[in-house]
């Protein structure tokens, strides 16, 4: 009989200061995360009313340099990658050849033939392999970048004020979905306005050796305004609220970008071929016929709570599954993103159930995102 080892749990640079803290911590695609500090409520309120602190520092950075790097993405990816900026950033997918969702992405372009792919901690590997596969032919390099980063976020409405105390980089030119060099409390960093909160923020990419010098700074500065360190459960219940897919729960291998409510991201009219062309043409042609279900939100008539995978019913009969659910603390309710039948899925339609545990509980189907923050 063989035995395997197991694999190693990874650690972040700031895994020591996150105990210190006393984090729950919890293994996250093989990363030790921290699952919250304290209540995952109150940290939740932080990001909406004042300002948190994340340690992302599991996210998969991947490095593609080269002459052809602008040409290999537009091959390997859905987005028109070439046509991005140098200093913007681009939210995208990775797809199979049969239009399968294998991650959806952020690409930053650093340089004019530099750029900076963000994978998802559970998919950076299988993204890393499809584009070192893909790149064949392209006089591009791809370097895995992970062990060179440590990711450090802060988000919430008073986070611009604390980050611009501890930097002289031009925040107020700096848009949303662009990045740029700068200095952060002495340390380098590549300064993103990217998020997954739903609130305004920044995403900052640093050398490991200086995340915990980098933590402790921006702690300081927003200790007179409300900044909490948060975990990744908040994370969550801020991603859901404002209307955000999460890959294994919205997004999947057996879905297409239009499946997902996001063919946005397919573009079409690029220059040369790409990876799942044919696939999803076919899939934007059914989407535009009429789509087989349809990402909605649930918002609980009662207090129990929706899990993935989860029913959706109405009539007695299954027309749909939770993909995502949690208690708001925005709205006080009970929330959940569900794909359903498209029959059932227009705002303010009624008589629609999630099945928890045999019992029916009445759910209201609403657009999506849940909550907007007022720019």
């Known amino acids: 009989m063989s035995t395997t080892e197991p694999t190693a749990v990874r650690r972040t640079a700031l895994d020591a ?9 919890t293994d996250f695609a093989g990363w030790d995360m921290p699952l919250r500090y304290g209540s995952e409520r109150d940290e939740h309120q932080a990001v909406r009313t004042r300002a948190g602190l994340f340690d992302l520092s599991h996210m998969g950075e991947i490095a593609v340099t080269g002459p052809q790097a602008a040409a290999l993405l537009n091959h390997a990816l859905v987005g028109d990658l070439a046509a991005v900026g140098v200093g913007r950033a681009r939210y995208t997918m990775i797809c199979r050849a049969d239009g399968g969702i294998l991650d959806d992405l952020i690409v930053y372009r650093l340089a004019e033939t530099e750029y900076m792919v963000v994978a998802n901690a559970s998919n950076a590997q299988v993204v890393l392999d499809a584009l070192v596969e893909r790149s064949a032919g392209f006089d591009a390099e791809v370097r895995d970048d992970r062990d060179a980063y440590a990711l450090i976020a802060v988000q919430g409405p008073l986070s611009p004020g604390i980050l611009r105390s501890v930097t002289d980089a031009d925040l107020d030119g700096l848009k949303y979905y662009a990045g740029l060099p700068g200095t952060v409390a002495g340390v380098p960093a590549l300064i993103a306005r990217t998020g997954y909160t739903g609130e305004d923020g920044f995403e900052l990419f640093v050398k490991p050796a200086h995340a915990v010098e980098l933590w402790q700074a921006l702690t300081e500065a927003g200790e007179g305004v409300g900044l909490v360190p948060c975990g990744l459960s908040c994370r969550d219940t801020l991603r859901l609220e404002a209307g955000m897919p999460l890959y294994g729960h919205e997004l999947s291998t057996s879905l297409t970008p239009f499946d997902a409510g996001l063919g946005r991201v397919v573009k079409f009219q690029k220059e040369g071929d790409f990876v799942g062309r044919e696939a999803l043409a076919a899939a934007a042609e059914r989407a535009g016929e009429k789509p087989p279900r349809v990402l909605v939100g649930l918002v609980a008539e009662g207090r129990r709570v929706p899990r993935a995978g989860y029913a959706v019913v109405a009539g007695g009969e299954v027309i749909g599954e939770v993909t995502s659910g949690a208690p708001s603390p925005t709205l006080g309710k009970p929330i959940a993103m569900a794909y359903v039948d498209a029959d059932h899925a227009t705002p303010g ?13 009445p759910y209201e189907v609403v657009a999506l995102p849940f909550y907007r923050r007022e720019k």
């Open 17 to 25: 200061l996150h105990r210190s803290l006393g984090a729950t911590m």
């Open 349 to 361: 339609t009624g008589g629609v159930g999630v099945d928890i545990r045999g019992a029916h509980e």
